[in-house]
Every structure is written in C-alpha cells, then in structure tokens.
C-alpha cells in the first residue's frame, strides 16, 4: 500500500556492503511477486521476481526471500555499489497481471 | 527486452486544459495496459486498465471522465486529463504486459511528469 507520511523510508549503507530491503504484502492469494528499481524521473525496471511456490530466488547481486506465512518479502543485494541508489518497490501480482505495489524503500550508497 | 514508450516525457500546461499522454509498445503488441499514477515520495498507484477494443476499466475513485483512455490499436494507449487542475501533478507511468508473452511479465514505460499551473 501508500506509504504514510512524506518521506520514503530510507536505507543508507556503505559501499561494497550488503543491502536487505523488507517488504510487508497484503493479499495471502497473490502468487507472484515482482521487486523493482526506480530512479528518479524513470520508470521501474524490473529486477527479480519470485512464485509462491519458492521461497528464495537469486540472480546477479540479488536475492529475493519470499516468507508466505507472515506475508514478507525481502531484497538482497550483494555488495552494494553507487549505481544501486534508487528506490526500491515490491509488487504483488494477484489477479491478471494487475500489480499492487508496496510503498518503497529509498537506498543510499555512501562512496 | 521489450520496450515501452511514452510521451510526452514532461508537459507544463495551465489549469483547465486538457493533456493527452501517449503509450506506445514499440516491439511488441498489448491487449491490455495499465495507467499508474505516482505522487512525489509515493508508491505507484494503478488508475486503470486500458483493454483494446473496448472500454477501459477504473480503480475505485478514479474518475473515468476525468481521465480518458483510449486503446485504439494493439500498440498504443492513450491518456488523457481533462480540464487538469493542480493537483493533477503527478507522474504518469503505463505498462504493458506482452501478449502472449511470458505470463506476469509487464514493460513499464519511461513516464511523464505532469505539472498543472
């Protein structure tokens, strides 16, 4: 859903760390879950997605962690770097291919 | 991959005019789009469903003529605000699922920042 308030929550990590994004989902029957990167002034680009049926999911640098009982999803990113900045979506894709997406997370890669 | 386009990518108009946002798959055909809008530090909010051939179905609250779609051909649909006022600002971004496509897979388009005087 909206974040509340009027800032973004926000991830500040150092260089060359690792990044754990957390996302809450709201419908239990959603059985595909999309995380995706935004900078400023563009649209999202899709980084990793995951099936219910899974509950972990890796590609380049990333991880996505499905936990289905307490409704969570996690991104993780493998040795952050400045190009990493952006703000970071889950989406939930519940019934023909509508998406819901969550309220975002802003990461800042400190050099 | 396949891609989405939009246009304009900015638009500045005054209160009271109408502003027509275009969305363009450009390597792939589309049945069904999506119309999203975002608001500054906001998470994307989905308005409608463009389906070609046939009207386009609304989010709860989303006045349908207010904001017009129109999804004439396979690769192109059309938004437009009437009468914009201010607190229309926003950022307008489609997707587009390519049909017959890998199932759930959706293109996002670049947006369009919209900014009402």
């Known amino acids: 859903g909206e974040s509340v308030g009027l800032h973004l929550p926000t991830l500040s990590v150092q260089e060359g760390d690792n990044s754990i994004i957390n996302c809450a989902y709201s419908?239990?029957?959603?059985?595909?879950f999309i995380w995706y990167k935004q900078e400023s002034g563009k649209g999202p680009q899709f980084i990793i997605d995951i099936r219910s049926n899974m509950d972990k999911r890796q590609g380049q640098r990333v991880t996505v962690l499905l936990n289905k009982t307490v409704k969570h999803l996690s991104l993780q990113i493998a040795a952050t770097q400045p190009g990493d900045s952006a703000v970071y979506f889950c989406?939930?894709?519940?019934?023909?291919?509508?998406?819901?997406f969550g309220g975002g997370t802003r990461l800042m890669v400190k050099p | 991959g396949a891609v989405v386009s939009q246009h304009p990518s900015r638009v500045i108009c005054k209160s009271g005019t109408s502003v027509k946002i275009e969305c363009r798959s450009l390597d792939f055909q589309a049945t069904t789009m999506f119309w999203y809008r975002q608001f500054p530090k906001k998470s994307l909010m989905l308005m409608a469903t463009s389906n070609e051939g046939s009207k386009a179905t609304y989010e709860q609250g989303v006045e349908k003529d207010k904001f017009l779609i129109n999804h004439a051909s396979l690769t192109l649909s059309t938004l437009t605000v009437t009468s914009a006022h201010p607190e229309d600002s926003s950022f307008y971004i489609c997707?587009?699922?390519?049909?017959?496509?890998?199932?759930?897979?959706?293109?996002f388009g670049p947006g369009t920042r919209l900014t009402v005087l």
């Open positions: 419908n239990s029957a959603s059985d595909y």
């Open positions: 989406a939930e894709n519940n019934a023909g291919n509508m998406l819901t």
């Open positions: 997707s587009a699922p390519q049909a017959g496509g890998p199932p759930d897979t959706q293109y």
